[in-house]
């Protein structure tokens, strides 16, 4: 959960005297960690969400479909909170058997933690527009745990006797505080369409979190014969000496689980707490029996993205391979795993990559790379950028919010989505690209249709004939007014002001736009 919003949005008190109860355009301020989903039938349509600030709503889930592949998306629509004082976080997407589309997240106070909530919402348009919620576990259920973080959901495509299962995973909340240990991971299971789930506690004796590890976060997967599996963290000396992954699964709809352990021993996580650490599971498509898991580890000589596999159903488990290809102990961490199968087997990797900053450590320029295997050789890929630039980095990035990318790889086409802050704030970069040719398009999932122009700027900003009339602000990044007054041309002098960013609000009886620019 992100409990870092309140501050961060400090600077916007201002605006409380002429901003009450009003919407900002989207897009504009923050948009982080997203994730994607394709339409089962049609390689084409691909549905977006992600965190977005929305002004007077705190952050939001924001949704955005494309129906060409991802050369353009729909406007982006976002879901109303439970209460207004409520703040949302952590979206996946994952479609049914029979096409519909389903949305889980958090919706929570953010500031006390009082009340929150994981929900999923139904879509039978491809993502167009959003059913009402459903509550897939309330704080409530676990007294002292907080255990609606990081809910992951995936569901039974296959067309078994579990067919169209919804399983969400989670864990307890960073909030040391007010958790009591021992910690736990949880599971909800839906078994009819998402309209009721059933909650309880994932690990169980013998193969216990324990009170070592702080949020022991479950990564999910249904495998392609309709198994439920998931991978856990484990420590508690009366188990083993060594930390554990511990892998659950369960054939029955969750009615039982059989245990075992994947791995065991040092060299798991790192110990920086800057980078995005989130381990993932991911199955073949295809092969029931093969699975491979993505985290970070040190063993190499600095943060490094590995993975362990298994092709016998999670009996044994390789030895932790290296997957980026700068070279081993050169100081350059990497962070932000996520990974898919193709249909045939190839396997894709995408991280945050740092190789080519000119300094060591999380806060320096940072890229988007990719690598994915051949599943007929076993042979990987030069890794390669599929970022269009190296991004400078800002303090936003070490903050929550940001904790996650996603990609999908498609026959021998990746599909990629991140968010990075090119343009001066954190937004959503979606990037298509063939893994054999040089086929590289990244573009931005949209905001507001109206746009201001060019961004940066020297001196003035042309802006769309609609704001003729409208009051405008001008706002530091402190959030102090620099300039105001009504737009009575198609562009905006700004001559005075020193280089630097700036917030553009544009305020009409209706709405308000707003909009981040640079100066140069």
């Not at 409380?16 to 897009?27: D, I, P, T, Y």
């Not at 096409?99 to 009082?114: A, E, K, L, Q, T």
């Not at 290296?322 to 990497?334: C, E, S």
């Not at 991140?418 to 040089?438: E, H």
Request: glycine residues 8%.
């Amino acid at each position: 959960m992100k409990t870092w919003i309140l501050t961060y949005f400090l600077s916007f008190v201002c605006l409380v005297l002429f901003a009450q109860n009003e919407l900002v355009s989207e897009g504009n301020y923050f948009e982080g960690e997203p994730y994607l989903c394709m339409g089962p039938s049609d390689p084409q349509h691909l549905v977006a969400a992600w965190m977005g600030f929305q002004f007077n709503n705190k952050v939001v889930i924001k949704t955005s479909v494309s129906n060409n592949g991802g050369n353009t998306w729909s406007t982006p629509v976002w879901q109303t909170h439970l209460s207004p004082n409520f703040s949302s976080a952590d979206v996946s997407l994952a479609y049914d058997h029979l096409g519909n589309v389903f949305m889980c997240y958090i919706d929570y106070d953010n500031i006390n933690f009082s009340a929150g909530k994981v929900l999923v919402r139904k879509s039978i348009d491809g993502g167009i527009s959003w059913g009402n919620p459903s509550i897939v576990i309330d704080i409530s259920m676990c007294p002292n745990q907080l255990c609606i973080d990081r809910p992951w959901m995936v569901i039974d495509q296959t067309t078994g006797p579990n067919a169209g299962t919804i399983y969400v995973t989670n864990m307890n909340a960073n909030q040391p505080t007010m958790i009591i240990p021992p910690y736990h991971p949880y599971i909800s299971i839906s078994t009819d369409g998402g309209q009721s789930f059933q909650s309880e506690q994932l690990d169980a004796t013998g193969f216990l979190s324990g009170s070592v590890i702080p949020q022991p976060m479950p990564s999910p997967v249904v495998t392609a014969d309709g198994r439920f599996t998931a991978l856990y963290p484990s420590y508690l000396p009366s188990q083993s000496i060594f930390p554990r992954l511990i892998r659950a699964q369960s054939n029955n709809q969750g009615q039982t689980y059989t245990y075992n352990v994947a791995y065991q021993g040092l060299g798991y996580g790192t110990s920086d707490t800057l980078v995005k650490a989130g381990p993932l599971l991911k199955a073949h498509p295809n092969n029931a029996n093969q699975m491979s898991y993505f985290f970070l580890s040190e063993d190499f000589g600095e943060t490094d993205v590995v993975f362990i596999e298994t092709t016998n159903d999670g009996l044994s488990w390789s030895t932790p391979a290296r997957i980026n290809q700068d070279p081993a102990g050169n100081g350059k961490i990497q962070d932000l795993i996520w990974a898919d199968y193709a249909s045939n087997g190839d396997l894709a990797v995408c991280w945050r990559d740092r190789r080519n900053a000119s300094a060591s450590g999380y806060s320096v320029q940072s890229e988007i790379y990719c690598t994915v295997r051949n599943h007929s050789t076993g042979v990987w890929m030069n890794d390669f950028s599929v970022s269009d630039q190296a991004v400078n980095h800002q303090s936003i990035l070490e903050d929550s919010g940001n904790d996650f990318m996603n990609v999908i790889l498609e026959s021998d086409t990746l599909n990629v989505i991140w968010g990075d802050v090119r343009s001066g704030s954190l937004k959503i970069y979606f990037t298509k690209r063939g893994i054999y040719d040089s086929t590289n398009h990244t573009s931005e999932l949209p905001g507001s249709n109206l746009r201001v122009f060019p961004n940066p700027f020297l001196e003035d900003l042309a802006l769309p004939d609609e704001y003729l009339g409208f009051d405008y602000y001008v706002l530091s990044h402190e959030g102090k007014t620099v300039q105001q007054g009504k737009v009575k041309l198609e562009k905006l002098s700004l001559t005075d002001l020193p280089k630097g960013s700036y917030h553009l609000l544009i305020i009409s009886p209706e709405k308000r736009y707003q909009y981040q620019v640079v100066k140069h």
